[in-house]
C-alpha cells in the first residue's frame, strides 16, 4: 500500500532532493512527503490494510467535520443551511458585492440576501474586511449594516509593530534541533518542516497556543496541524 502511494506522489513530482523556489512548491512538497510518511505509519500499522482503508483513514483524522478544525473555503450559495463559530466575509466591495462585469450586473436584491447568509452562517465570531485605500470602493452594503460600536472606522487602522528577528538564541537553537530530528522521522529536508527564518520569528515571538503559533509568517494550516502540538512543547520547555 505504501508502494502504491510512493508512486503516485513520484507521479505528481515529489522530489526529496528539491530546492523550491516559492512558497507554494515548498508546501506542496511537503504535503506530498507527509502523505508517503503517512501512509508508511499506517501500513506499519495496518499490515492487511489496502488503498481505500487508508483513504478512510485520512478523513478520519484529517476532515474538519471529524476533526472540528480546519478551514472550509465556500461561496455564499454553498454556505447556505451551514453554521461556523467563526465566519470570515472578505473583500467587500462594491463591483463584487452586488457583482458586476462587462456584460452583467448582478441584481442587487439577491446579492443583499446573500451577504445576508453569509453574515448569519457565524455562531460566535463574524469577522468583515474591505479595502481602505486605492480605487476600490466598499460594498454599498456596509453602509446598511449596524456595527458594533467597538468596530473601528473604515480607515482607522493601526498597523501591527514589526517583529525583529534574530537567528540565534538557545530557543532557536532547541527548535533546530526538533526540526531536524522531525525532518528525519518523515524523510524530508528540513526546510519542508519550517524555514530558519520562520523558526526565528517564533523563537522571538514565544507562542502559546495555537493562534499566536497561526500568526507567524509561514506557519499555514496545513502545518499547524501536522506541528503545532510539537512546537508549543518546544517552546513551553523555555
Known amino acids: 500500500m505504501a508502494e502504491s502511494v510512493a508512486d503516485i506522489t513520484d507521479q505528481l513530482g515529489y522530489d526529496a532532493e528539491a530546492s ?47 476533526s472540528g478544525r480546519g478551514v472550509n473555503l ?5 454556505a447556505k443551511g451551514l453554521e461556523f463559530d467563526a465566519v470570515f466575509l472578505p473583500r467587500l466591495v462594491d463591483g463584487e458585492l452586488p457583482f458586476r462585469s462587462g456584460r452583467a450586473k448582478a441584481d442587487p436584491e439577491e446579492e443583499r440576501r446573500l451577504l445576508y447568509v453569509g453574515i448569519t452562517r457565524a455562531r460566535r465570531y463574524l469577522f468583515l474586511t474591505w479595502p481602505t485605500d486605492g480605487r476600490a470602493r466598499p460594498s454599498p452594503f456596509l453602509d446598511e449594516l449596524e456595527l458594533a460600536p467597538s468596530v473601528p472606522a473604515r480607515r482607522s487602522s493601526t498597523p501591527r509593530p514589526p517583529v525583529t528577528v534574530g537567528r540565534g538564541g538557545a530557543l532557536f537553537d532547541r527548535l ?63
Not at 465556500?74 to 454553498?78: A, F, I, P
Open 176 to 238: 533546530r534541533e526538533w526540526r531536524r530530528k522531525r525532518a528525519q522521522t518523515d524523510g524530508v529536508p528540513a526546510y519542508v518542516v519550517f524555514h530558519d527564518r520562520t523558526l526565528a520569528e517564533i523563537a522571538e515571538r514565544k507562542p502559546r497556543d495555537w493562534a499566536d503559533l497561526a500568526a507567524v509568517a509561514g506557519v499555514g494550516p496545513g502545518k499547524l496541524e501536522r506541528y503545532a502540538d510539537e512546537v508549543l512543547e518546544v517552546v513551553a520547555a523555555g
Open 74 to 78: 465556500l461561496t455564499y450559495h454553498r
Open 20 to 66: 523550491p523556489d516559492t512558497d507554494e512548491e515548498v508546501t506542496r512538497q511537503s504535503d506530498l512527503a507527509r502523505m508517503r510518511s503517512l501512509a508508511s505509519e499506517f501500513e506499519r500499522a495496518h499490515p492487511d490494510g489496502d488503498l481505500g482503508a487508508f483513504v478512510a483513514e485520512l478523513a478520519r483524522r484529517f476532515s474538519t467535520e471529524h
